[in-house]
């Protein structure tokens, strides 16, 4: 088993900055494509932003401009910067990962991380 393991989520004013990371708690050989996904409460878990394992990047119209994914294929791990934050940004932000080498020949598809809690107020 592999666990997804986030950071950096906090308490900020609207305006303000907070950069997520997101790594695999342990020794893996690669991971595909990468994402970040955010739930507000009452609302469905909708994808934020994408990036392929050779830095292809997708983003949601809301978080255009504002927000910037990037990878260290090295360590494994994704990050989120999110700068002009709105009180709109608040929710629980999940790490996703669609297929995870573990070695050579082992594969794990579609996994979670538990979420880091994202709070802007106005």
């Known amino acids: 088993q592999v666990e997804l393991v986030e950071s950096g989520g906090d308490s900020v004013q609207a305006g303000g900055s907070l950069r997520l990371s997101c790594a695999a708690a342990?020794?893996?050989?690669?991971?595909?494509?990468m994402d970040w996904y955010r739930q507000a409460p009452g609302k469905q878990r909708e994808l934020v932003a994408s990036?392929?394992?050779?830095?292809?990047?997708t983003y949601a119209e809301s978080v255009k401009g504002r927000f910037a994914i990037s990878r260290d294929n090295s360590k494994n791990t994704v990050y989120l910067q999110m700068n002009s934050l709105k009180p709109e940004d608040t929710a629980v932000y999940y790490c996703?990962?669609?297929?995870?080498?573990?070695?050579?020949?082992?594969?794990?598809?579609?996994?979670w991380g538990q979420g880091t809690q994202v709070t802007v107020s106005s």
């Open positions: 996703h990962a669609d297929q995870i080498q573990i070695t050579f020949l082992q594969y794990l598809y579609d996994y």
């Open positions: 990036i392929t394992s050779g830095g292809h990047t």
């Open positions: 342990r020794s893996i050989r690669s991971i595909n494509t």
